[in-house]
């Protein structure tokens, strides 16, 4: 094991004896990943915000129940993918969510050879362009894609059948592609 996870390790200990300077050091190593992860669902950053320090509350009080089966990392991730997804869920119960219907358009034709900061705001644009997916498109190719999640995962945490979630997928993928492509005139 490396250093690091043994240090992680010797600090989850200390967090399970409620010693505060280790939560912090838990924290601050892992917030910004998680409010990322917890932005990409929620699409509101005051929302993600708040999602992932729910999400830290919950690993905290929870923490005897992880038993080092995975990553602490992705353990913690677990939850906030299940947080955000709630969250998410209970915002679209509430109130109708209307898409702009504004397209950003980008072809690889047009970016031949691509310097680091063109490249760079090609993912931006790809990243905002997934923002106006259908909803169940964007979720799934956001764990499918950017948190790297398995059909059977992505089946479990949407709670979708296998079917369901390769479908989905595929159809989100052709989906973006349109998006991204350029307009015919």
């Avoid at 992680?8 to 010693?19: A, I, K, R």
């Avoid at 699409?43 to 915000?49: I, L």
């Avoid at 997934?130 to 764990?143: A, F, G, P, Q, V």
Wanted: hydrophobic residues 35%; positive net charge; glycine residues 2%.
């Amino acid at each position: 094991m490396s250093q690091v996870g043994e240090h992680t390790e010797s600090l989850l200990q200390l967090c399970l004896e409620g010693n505060q300077r280790a939560q912090l050091e838990i924290y601050n190593r892992y917030y910004k990943a998680m409010y990322n992860t917890a932005l990409r669902i929620v699409k509101n950053n005051a929302e993600a915000e708040d999602v992932m320090q729910e999400a830290f509350l919950n690993a905290f009080t929870k923490l005897h129940t992880f038993k080092g089966e995975v990553a602490f990392g992705a353990w913690l991730k677990r939850i906030v993918i299940n947080k955000s997804l709630f969250h998410y869920r209970k915002q679209q119960k509430k109130n109708e969510v209307t898409l702009n219907d504004t397209l950003y358009k980008v072809s690889d034709n047009d970016v031949p050879e691509a310097t680091h900061d063109e490249t760079e705001r090609l993912a931006q644009r790809v990243l905002e362009t997934m923002k106006l997916l259908k909803d169940n498109y964007r979720i799934s190719l956001t764990l499918h894609l950017i948190e790297g999640y398995d059909y059977e995962e992505i089946c479990s945490v949407m709670n979708i059948s296998y079917a369901n979630c390769r479908t989905t997928i595929s159809r989100a993928k052709e989906s973006l592609r349109k998006k991204l492509m350029p307009a015919k005139l």
